[in-house]
């Protein structure tokens, strides 16, 4: 007989890293795990502080809070138990503490501190205050915010290990306030507090180049308040306000997100936050404004992984260089011993370039660190900055810099690794390996298109492209939650356009743009799909249902996004290098696909809430716009009249050609213009994350296991080979000679790694087929080539696994189903679909292995088509060309298009005649010594 099963809870709210929750009803999600074979849920208790409430029904995910709301600063224990519709029940979970980390309306009187004479913008300064203890204390909370980055000591220890607080937001609307538990670090009598501030995101500079300048405002601000409870019943709060003290001194000198940090230990103030401490030299705090921040909802930024240095070495300029091994976020911290004055530089870099950091891709951003030692042994840490980099190069070292010395410490908010991927092919596991390091990277306080340069900026468009596969890699919910909330008011602010970044700070102008302005409906969709968060609609609706408006009002009568500017698909490797918005792709077919793809996600969302005439007047719109979109654009055979990778895939997977005889033809179409490019990419931002699936769902896998495996640039994997341990910005960031590219793009993009989302649901068969993953679908596809693949997700309901691995013709299945829920299984042999419960499941099914293609001989004579669909062939081709016409072999690579019924001999008719004959020899001793035929079918 099974063991009964075991409950935990796994989330308050969007949080399972802190007890504290930002609302008085959170929301609550447990977990059950048990032997039992399609167990579910029949009913649930939850108990509090020994109160139960039944909860009948599977609920587990995101449930409403069945208790009276939490009082503001309250602390209450918390836990539950499960039973099964098999009459099985579980014991009480292990007990959680759940906090109310919020002040009630009015509560906060804490104002904004500042120095009173700063001598520079974004000038570093300390705060103090001493304040006394008088009784046992109950319960001490802190709750602080910043307009810029800060860290709170008490008595002389920081109050957490978060760094970069409180985070980047819309700091004129809504600013985050952390809550943290400080009773610990309370003593009786006298006691201090200190907040060091520095600029942050709040006092930087904005902007491209010469035009960059302070935004929000020119220097930094914090503000708390301590809440302390006694045994008496007694409550006490130290706010920030008169009678505070400010220096504008101490270690740090300067530091900026993108300039560094320059500190001066020698200049350090010991006992600056402790008691007793001769402040007599401080002046009065400037006392400012009192802005009542909101309750964090999202994890804050930590350190989540340190590497250490794999090599080292002079460079032609004498610096020495280090390398870490990884492209990463965050910064390097030095423990060393050295004499006091001794002052080190550290500069950083994402590549080197003949043994120099080349730090083009970094434009204006310093990204230098400055520090002067103390005298003796000491261990520091830039504090209040990060870069990306993977190489740093150390200046002032006296003597040989010892590798040992250094370690780069990885930044990111602290989002749970929920999702992993493997397979056969080790190159699409280093993209993947590649991918969660770019998604790691960039997801620092809110999502950014890269950490490098001087930009770092919330770009809507790389988000909406890549929220699905930021799902399917971490537990996201929380975070993009806080980041939509931001978008709503920058939203709002400028009569329901979306900015192109949020917070909106670029300084460009904002204009109604296909895509990057749809991470309006895409992502709260997303997070509804990936989590079942209904939350989040309910929170977004009215951004969503806003933006589809306003495009619907320029689309007009005929339905049709026409005109105004767009990104188009941004960076579609044949747009030229200065004009990355002339993609293949016509702007207005992505606009007005877009367009269908917000209004249907719209109806949708407004069925889930309940608004009946919503969805139906979205539906209706989501109608004509496919109907328009179809007379305009596409013909009755299933040519788009813009001909082009992105076209076909968008209107195969938003599911605008509803007929499935045109959707297979536009699969068939968008196979043979993937072969002629070469199976080489050739979509953009837009294009990229659906591609793949176009071609699955219309069963042209074999074009589908060629682009993916395709390792020549443009393609997913040339990075990769050339070392790349994060995804690009642009295809050719890095050239075939190890040259950065002349446009100075970045080494770290998340946007091009959105086909990660693809290797889980599609190549390992892991995806959520009801919302929340409450239902799952399994159904793999066993592309050619490769000989397994697994993909793995902590779900909101558990662990999933979908995998498979090939023997000969027979394909084995393995599936995980978490308790109290249940899969749809489609196996990649035809058969029909069926339906299973929880628990372990495997299938065997026979599917043939595609026959060889066999061995032609290899002449000038032989058909384009022919040898681009033999992978063999190609590559002996290219080796006979590259030895006897390398600017010809340079045109194979770049522009040949490869059509059934076209001779190589008339692609290079102009090459000498004593070369065609020379290459005509050797292709013909190359098909005598090539192995026996593995090429995949065209």
């Known amino acids: 007989m099974p063991a009964a099963p ?23 999600s447990w977990v059950t795990e048990t032997q039992a074979i399609e167990w579910r849920q029949a009913w ?12 009948d029904g599977d609920a587990s995910v995101l449930v409403a809070w069945p208790f009276a709301p939490l009082l503001p600063g309250e602390e209450r224990r918390l836990r539950v138990r499960v039973g099964g519709t098999d009459g099985s029940a579980s014991d009480w979970s292990e007990p959680c503490t759940v906090s109310a980390g919020l002040l009630a309306p009015g509560e906060w009187i804490a104002s904004l501190l500042a120095l009173p004479h700063p001598e520079r913008q974004g000038q570093p300064g300390l705060l103090r205050a001493e304040f006394d203890i008088v009784g046992p204390v109950v319960h001490a909370t802190l709750h602080a915010t910043a307009h810029g980055v800060y860290q709170v000591e008490v008595n002389g220890e920081a109050v957490d290990d978060e760094t970069l607080k409180p985070g980047w937001t819309a700091y004129q609307w809504r600013v985050i306030q952390d809550t943290t538990d400080v009773t610990a670090l309370l003593r009786p009598g006298r006691n201090a507090i ?28 914090a503000a708390l308040q301590l809440v302390v409870r006694y045994a008496d019943g007694r409550t006490e709060t130290i706010a920030t306000g008169p009678g505070w003290k400010a220096l504008a001194g101490g270690p740090v000198i300067s530091a900026g997100i993108y300039g560094g940090q320059h500190e001066d230990a020698t200049r350090s103030l010991p006992g600056w936050s402790e008691p007793g401490f001769d402040d007599g030299g401080w002046q009065a705090a400037e006392v400012g404004e009192t802005v009542v921040p909101v309750p964090r909802s999202a994890p804050p930024v930590r350190a989540i992984a340190e590497l250490p240095v794999v090599a080292t070495w002079v460079a032609p300029s004498g610096v ?3 390398d870490f091994g990884q492209n990463l976020a965050g910064r390097v911290r030095i423990e060393a011993s050295l004499p006091a004055g001794t002052t080190i530089t550290l500069r950083h870099a994402e590549v080197v370039h003949e043994g120099e950091l080349d730090r083009s891709s970094q434009r204006g951003a310093a990204a230098t660190d400055v520090f002067t030692a103390p005298g003796g042994s000491f261990v520091w840490e830039p504090r209040f900055t990060f870069h990306g980099f993977r190489y740093a190069s150390v200046e002032g070292w006296p003597g040989a810099v010892p590798a040992e010395a250094f370690t780069a410490v990885a930044l990111s908010s602290d989002l749970e690794r929920t999702g992993s991927f493997r397979s056969s092919h080790p190159l699409v596991n280093r993209l993947h390996d590649a991918v969660v390091w770019s998604t790691r990277s960039n997801f620092v306080s809110l999502p950014t298109d890269c950490p490098q340069r001087d930009e770092r900026l919330g770009w809507t468009g ?7 596969t930021a799902t399917a890699l971490l537990d996201v919910d929380g975070f993009l939650a806080s980041w939509l909330a931001d978008l709503a008011l920058e939203q709002r602010a400028i009569d329901g356009t979306v900015p192109f970044v949020v917070p909106n700070v670029s300084g460009v102008f904002v204009t109604p743009t296909a895509a990057w302005g749809d991470a309006a409906t895409i992502v709260p969709w997303t997070l509804y799909e990936r989590y079942g968060d209904v939350g989040v609609l309910e929170a977004q609706y009215g951004s969503m249902t806003t933006w589809v408006d306003l495009v619907a009002g320029i689309a007009g009568e005929n339905h049709l996004w026409e005109g105004g500017f767009q990104f188009a698909d941004w960076l579609d490797p044949t747009a030229p290098a200065d004009f990355p918005t002339d993609a293949k792709a016509d702007k207005e077919v992505v606009a007005t696909a877009f367009l269908f793809r917000s209004a249907d996600i719209v109806a949708q969302a407004a069925a889930v809430l309940g608004r009946e005439d919503d969805a139906d007047r979205y539906r209706r719109l989501a109608d004509e716009v496919r109907a328009a979109f179809l007379r305009e654009y596409v013909s009755a055979s299933g040519r788009i009249v813009s001909d082009a990778q992105t076209s076909y895939a968008l209107a195969i997977v938003f599911g605008l050609v509803p007929d499935e005889e045109r959707r297979l033809a536009m699969g068939r179409r ?28 219309t069963g042209e896998w074999a074009a589908a296991a060629r682009l993916l495996t395709a390792t020549e640039c443009p393609s997913w994997l040339y990075p990769i080979t050339m070392g790349a341990t994060t995804t690009w910005e642009a295809w050719d960031a890095l050239l075939p000679d190890g040259t950065p590219s002349p446009a100075s793009t970045s080494f770290n993009h998340y946007a091009f790694g959105a086909v990660a989302d693809w290797l889980h649901r599609g190549l390992a068969g892991l995806a959520a087929a009801e919302p929340g993953y409450r239902v799952l679908r399994i159904a793999p596809v066993p592309l050619p080539g490769f000989d397994s693949a697994e993909a793995s997700l902590r779900t909101p309901y558990g662990r999933a696994v979908s995998g498979w691995r090939r023997h000969g013709d027979l394909l084995h299945v393995h599936a995980v189903v978490p308790a109290n829920t249940r899969a749809t299984v489609s196996l990649p042999d035809g058969s029909r679909p069926f339906e299973v419960g929880s628990g372990e499941h495997d299938w065997t099914v026979r599917i043939p292995l595609p026959a060889p293609r066999p061995r032609q001989k290899l002449s000038l004579e032989t058909p384009l088509g022919e040898i681009i669909d033999d992978p063999v062939a190609y590559a002996s081709v290219l080796e006979v060309f590259d030895r006897h016409a390398p600017q010809a072999a340079r045109t194979l690579r770049t ?4 059509e059934d019924g076209l001779p190589l001999s008339v692609e290079f008719f102009i090459l000498p005649k004593a070369v065609q004959r020379a290459i005509d020899a050797d292709l013909a001793a190359a098909t005598a010594a090539a192995p026996a035929p593995q090429g995949l079918p065209a």
Do not use: C
Request: glycine share 10%; charged share 20%; proline share 9%.
């Open 6 to 28: 075991r409950v935990t809870i796994t989330k308050l709210e969007h949080r399972a890293d802190s007890p504290f929750v930002p609302t008085a009803v959170p929301r609550l």
């Open 44 to 55: 649930a208790e939850v108990e509090l502080d020994g109160r139960p409430a039944r909860i």
């Open 194 to 221: 200190g907040i060091q501030l520095t600029a942050g995101w709040f006092a930087e500079r904005y902007g491209f180049g010469a035009d960059a300048k302070p935004f929000y405002g020119p220097q930094p601000s």
């Open 320 to 322: 020495t260089v280090l």
């Open 462 to 468: 790389d988000i909406s492209m890549f929220a699905p």
């Open 670 to 697: 968008l196979a043979k213009l993937v072969r002629v490019n070469g199976y080489r990419i050739g979509t953009g931002f837009v294009g990229t994350p659906f591609v793949l699936e176009a071609l699955a769902v």
């Open 895 to 898: 522009h040949t298009r490869w």
